[in-house]
């Protein structure tokens, strides 16, 4: 299911659409979103270095760690970062979002606190004004790809952080613009949903056509208090949770998949849902009081039933029209048409329905969708 978000954030915008957006959400109950953002954000720098990507760069937006983090990450997996110029730059809004040490810098209070990476990096200096942001992130990607040719993605590392100095419209809006962006090829972010109100995620989910929720293994009942016993069950809960995704389909429907994932060393790790502790499979299934399933004295009480409309043979052998004709078929009824007198005035008002079947096997309840399988 991993390798399917990062198959969307790989292929991009299909043309006249939007990119594709990916909201990551975790709490700190299982505060293990950080991971699954760079993980994404490593698969997407290995396609883009490989040529699979549609983006030709990253812009990696960084908001709640410094950039020399992300540069020990990309070194950790492999990737030459002396070289990264040519596919990624960060906008730093780490260091100094409100520019308070920028000021400090310019009285000669201190002298230049911002740390040095080989990374190539853009000073945010005001993260409240949010337009100057945008106009940030989109020079950093013009500098990827040559102006006018080629896409770049946009990486957030945490909305929360942006939430804390500005509105939550004026976040929904630099959000959909960049997705509305035709040099934008995708963008995916994180989001601490447990710090914000219901409608944060809410509208974070609605901008996104794919919204991760990491969730821990075992749910805690609201009001239920951490003891000394559970303090195992929360060790595990920060290197193991449960990674349940929506995609969201151009035909409007909705796609779910789960799977979990485990922290090793510096990366992690995704496997499909255990079947051993039953608890993801016992909540798939509906809980209802009404037995789902048919004895089999009620299939055969279903058979006895007399549908209406269809023909019950008064004297004559029941036949299952199977949508075709034979040619003795064909023949004996041109025999007989030609032979019928044409009805008279007094029967003129008289009407029949008769219903056959396709075949035995139809379902005569059905209302499954014969258009299901088609992705339109």
């Given at each position: 299911?991993?390798?399917?978000?990062?198959?969307?954030?790989?292929?991009?915008?299909?043309?006249?659409?939007?990119?594709p957006?990916?909201?990551?959400?975790?709490?700190?109950?299982?505060?293990?979103?950080?991971?699954?953002?760079?993980?994404?954000?490593?698969?997407?720098?290995?396609?883009?270095?490989?040529?699979?990507?549609?983006?030709?760069?990253?812009?990696?937006v960084?908001?709640?760690?410094?950039?020399?983090?992300?540069?020990?990450?990309?070194?950790?997996?492999?990737?030459?970062?002396?070289?990264?110029?040519?596919?990624?730059?960060?906008?730093?809004?780490?260091?100094?979002?409100?520019?308070w040490?920028?000021?400090?810098?310019?009285?000669?209070?201190?002298?230049?606190?911002?740390?040095?990476?080989?990374?190539?990096?853009?000073?945010?200096?005001?993260?409240?004004?949010?337009?100057?942001?945008?106009?940030?992130?989109?020079?950093?990607?013009?500098?990827?790809?040559?102006?006018?040719?080629?896409?770049?993605?946009?990486?957030?590392?945490?909305?929360?952080?942006?939430?804390?100095?500005?509105?939550?419209?004026?976040?929904?809006?630099?959000?959909?613009?960049?997705?509305?962006?035709?040099?934008?090829?995708?963008?995916?972010?994180?989001?601490?949903?447990?710090?914000?109100?219901?409608?944060?995620?809410?509208?974070?989910?609605?901008?996104?056509?794919?919204?991760a929720?990491?969730?821990?293994?075992?749910?805690?009942?609201?009001?239920?208090?951490?003891?000394s016993?559970?303090?195992?069950?929360?060790?595990?809960?920060?290197?193991?949770?449960?990674?349940?995704?929506?995609?969201?389909?151009?035909?409007?429907?909705?796609?779910?998949?789960?799977?979990?994932?485990?922290?090793?060393?510096?990366?992690?790790?995704?496997?499909?849902?255990?079947?051993?502790?039953?608890?993801?499979?016992?909540?798939?299934?509906?809980?209802?009081?009404?037995?789902?399933e048919?004895?089999?004295?009620?299939?055969?009480?279903?058979?006895?039933?007399?549908?209406?409309?269809?023909?019950?043979?008064?004297?004559?052998?029941?036949?299952?029209?199977?949508?075709?004709k034979?040619?003795?078929?064909?023949?004996?009824?041109?025999?007989?048409?030609?032979?019928?007198?044409?009805?008279?005035?007094?029967?003129?008002?008289?009407?029949?329905?008769?219903?056959?079947?396709?075949?035995?096997?139809?379902?005569?309840?059905?209302?499954?969708?014969?258009?299901?399988?088609?992705?339109?």
């Amino acid at each position: 299911m991993a390798e399917t978000i990062c198959r969307a954030l790989r292929d991009g915008a299909m043309e006249g659409e939007h990119a594709p957006a990916l909201t990551i959400k975790d709490t700190i109950n299982t505060p293990l979103g950080s991971f699954v953002f760079n993980h994404m954000l490593t698969q997407l720098t290995s396609n883009i270095l490989a040529g699979k990507s549609q983006s030709r760069g990253i812009v990696l937006v960084a908001l709640s760690r410094p950039p020399s983090f992300y540069a020990e990450v990309l070194k950790n997996k492999g990737f030459d970062v002396s070289s990264s110029s040519k596919w990624l730059r960060v906008l730093d809004c780490y260091s100094d979002p409100l520019g308070w040490k920028n000021k400090l810098i310019e009285s000669g209070t201190i002298r230049n606190p911002y740390e040095e990476t080989v990374l190539k990096t853009s000073l945010c200096k005001n993260l409240k004004e949010l337009d100057e942001v945008l106009s940030s992130i989109v020079e950093l990607g013009k500098e990827i790809v040559e102006e006018g040719k080629g896409r770049f993605a946009v990486a957030i590392d945490s909305v929360s952080e942006i939430l804390r100095h500005s509105s939550l419209p004026s976040v929904a809006r630099i959000l959909s613009h960049l997705r509305s962006h035709d040099q934008v090829s995708c963008i995916f972010c994180l989001l601490h949903v447990d710090l914000h109100e219901a409608k944060v995620a809410s509208t974070l989910e609605y901008l996104s056509t794919m919204h991760a929720d990491v969730e821990p293994i075992v749910q805690r009942t609201n009001g239920q208090r951490s003891t000394s016993e559970d303090l195992p069950m929360m060790e595990q809960c920060f290197k193991r949770g449960k990674f349940h995704v929506r995609f969201k389909r151009r035909n409007g429907r909705v796609r779910v998949m789960r799977e979990e994932l485990y922290v090793e060393g510096s990366g992690i790790k995704f496997t499909e849902v255990s079947s051993v502790d039953g608890l993801t499979a016992q909540s798939l299934v509906p809980k209802v009081q009404f037995n789902l399933e048919l004895s089999e004295k009620e299939r055969l009480d279903r058979a006895k039933v007399v549908l209406p409309f269809e023909h019950q043979g008064t004297g004559k052998p029941i036949q299952i029209y199977d949508g075709r004709k034979s040619l003795n078929e064909s023949e004996t009824e041109e025999k007989q048409a030609s032979v019928e007198k044409p009805q008279t005035t007094e029967d003129s008002g008289r009407g029949e329905i008769i219903y056959f079947r396709d075949s035995d096997d139809e379902m005569p309840d059905s209302d499954e969708d014969p258009d299901d399988d088609l992705d339109i």
